[in-house]
């Protein structure tokens, strides 16, 4: 499966942003969708993952209660609403997808180019 992320920018702390995964080449629905973040000078951690039909969620506790990871099988996309944004959320952020479930970094065989979030105070 191919993946595309995009939908990052420039905000403000407190802005929303959404991103979007979308994917091609594959049944979407036989992947588990991740969201990664890369911040500056640190290493990738995960963020959020959504089963395969959408039904089970995981958030890291750092975006949890901010962030809403969600998919649509028939447009192939995944999406992660970001909202309340923080300085601390800047980074690259990364979609994947892999057939098992897992918050994994090293689990996830598919990858999406980065999209840069930057979030200025």
């Known amino acids: 499966v191919q993946l595309q992320a995009c939908g990052g920018g420039l905000v403000q702390t407190g802005d929303s942003l959404r991103l979007s995964c979308a994917a091609s080449g594959r049944t979407f629905t036989s992947y588990v969708l991740g969201w990664f973040r890369q911040p500056p000078g640190k290493k990738r951690e995960f963020v959020a993952a959504i089963s395969w039909s959408g039904g089970g969620t995981s958030y890291a506790d750092s975006v949890k209660g901010r962030f809403t990871i969600s998919r649509e099988n028939a447009k192939n996309t995944g999406y992660l609403q970001m909202n309340s944004l923080k300085p601390e959320d800047t980074a690259v952020y990364y979609c994947?997808?892999?057939?098992?479930?897992?918050?994994?970094?090293?689990?996830?065989?598919?990858w999406g180019q980065g999209t840069l979030v930057t979030v200025s105070s």
């Open positions: 994947a997808a892999d057939t098992k479930w897992t918050r994994r970094e090293s689990d996830y065989d598919y």
